[in-house]
């Protein structure tokens, strides 16, 4: 018996030498293999991407192969050379990575369905009429829940609460409303999806400890259970965006258990960038007064142009000219988006750098970019990358600054928090007008201040790094109250 199994580990261990003999070949990145086999780099990515690549970066420069958990992975951090990857559907493919953390996060098999075919649902049901439709409908669940959600107590008094809590609850709540058209379970399914969301980090580098993973099947099967629950005879009459999917999945000849299991994983696509990212939002505005009169300036001379501003709230905000706001949030967006970008390499590629460099990608491995660090968080790009500035994306003329250079020439990709190329965000137009009805109503109908009037923006935490919007670890606590008058700013 101890001989066998010091033949298998004998075995194993040769597996390992072989598999970690891989030497950097001509026209190829550097490589580096991290300090233990197979695992290579892997527990130091997982821990805080951004810190990692960012040191990697400063050793090997914008391209270099690492080996990740028996995976070699070239990351490219050259903004100018990212096109390569985003526009290249032939060498490179989404959808290995994309059903891989499926599977891993969501329980999820979809082999049937075609990306375009999704993709083409998608642009379908977030354009056009479509998209007018869930921004009325958004504004709408957004103001009930807001300003009619003052039972058992008086809107006069002070609330406290954390501005993350606040936020996300609100907007995903509302966001859930809107798209799944459900009258009295948003709270529970939010309590669910934020328990959810706190391991889905975890999930998806499979590093679970054995009670946490208790506690994510769980809340998985409970939230595949709220949202079947939701397809009832009753509603199969309306019309909701949830009811269009679910006869989307049907006609791809998807069975039911894996149409709920589709659900929960449209609930986080949809839900869980748009409210932290309204948190860092109003976060940064709260910690910077000067961002935050700026903001309310343009919108007291909205609603001094526009009347029925005065009336309703503004809504949906189409049309309406908004440069400071949308500089706040372009650079939000800039220092909170963090999405890593993953291609499998299924055909060996030659990647031309915009240097003119050319490197040799070999099949089976796999490409990302990360955005964050470079174009957002480069200071050859963007002077005191950590630093919040309001109007980094505005001109003097008020108009919408988007020209920045890199080493005297001038960048395409200067921020990426949506993605680019074919799988770019589908609800970035939805998203952008979501978050701006949010911050709006709440600067126009409540009084909001920090409790701690010196208190700072609490950090990143950094195992989100790589997952979308960051999240922060801790919480601002604010106090909030209905305005005596409303739009008085
Ligand atoms: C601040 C909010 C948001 C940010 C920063 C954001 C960012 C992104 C990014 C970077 C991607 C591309 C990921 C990749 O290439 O791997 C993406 C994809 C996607 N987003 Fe968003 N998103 C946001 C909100 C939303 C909302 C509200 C919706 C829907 C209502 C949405 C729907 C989608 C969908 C369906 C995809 C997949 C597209 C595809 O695979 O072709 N997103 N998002």
Known sequence: MLWTIFLLLNGLFVLVLIWS???????????DKGPIPWLGHALTFRKDAAKFLAKMKTKHGDIFTLRVAGKYVTVLLDPDSYDAVLYDSVCLDNSQCKNQLLKRIFSLQLPNIKPTTERRWMEQHFQGLSLSRLSI??????QNL???????????????????????SLLFRAGYLTFFERRNDATAVYKEFRKFDDLLAKLARCSLKRDERRTVMSTQERLWELLSSNWSSE????NSWQQSYRQFLQEEGVDAEM??????????????????????LLGFLLTHPKAMEAVKSEIRGLTLQDSSLQHAPINPLEGLSTPVFDSVLSETLRLSAAVLISREVVQDKILRMANGQEYHLRRGDRVCLFPFLSPQ????????????KYDRFLNEDKTEKKIFYKDGKR??????????????????????TAIKQFVFLVLTHLDLEMCDREAKLPPVNPSRYGFGIVQPDGDLKVRYRLKKTQHEL
């Open 21 to 31: 003999s891989r030497s950097r070949q001509k026209n190829e990145p550097p490589l």
């Open 137 to 142: 409908s958004m504004n709408t669940n957004l």
């Open 146 to 168: 807001l300003l009619n959600d003052w039972k058992g107590c008086s809107p006069t008094e002070w609330r406290e609460e954390g501005l993350f809590s606040f936020c996300y």
């Open 235 to 238: 509603e199969s009459e309306s």
């Open 259 to 280: 149409q709920n299991r589709a659900l929960l994983l449209q609930l986080w696509t949809t839900q869980c960038n748009a409210g932290p990212a309204s948190f860092w």
């Open 377 to 388: 968080m480069d200071q050859d790009i963007h002077e005191e990358p950590q630093m919040f």
């Open 411 to 432: 960048l395409k990709h200067y921020t990426l928090p949506w993605g680019a190329g074919g799988n770019v965000c589908v609800g970035k137009e939805f998203a952008v």
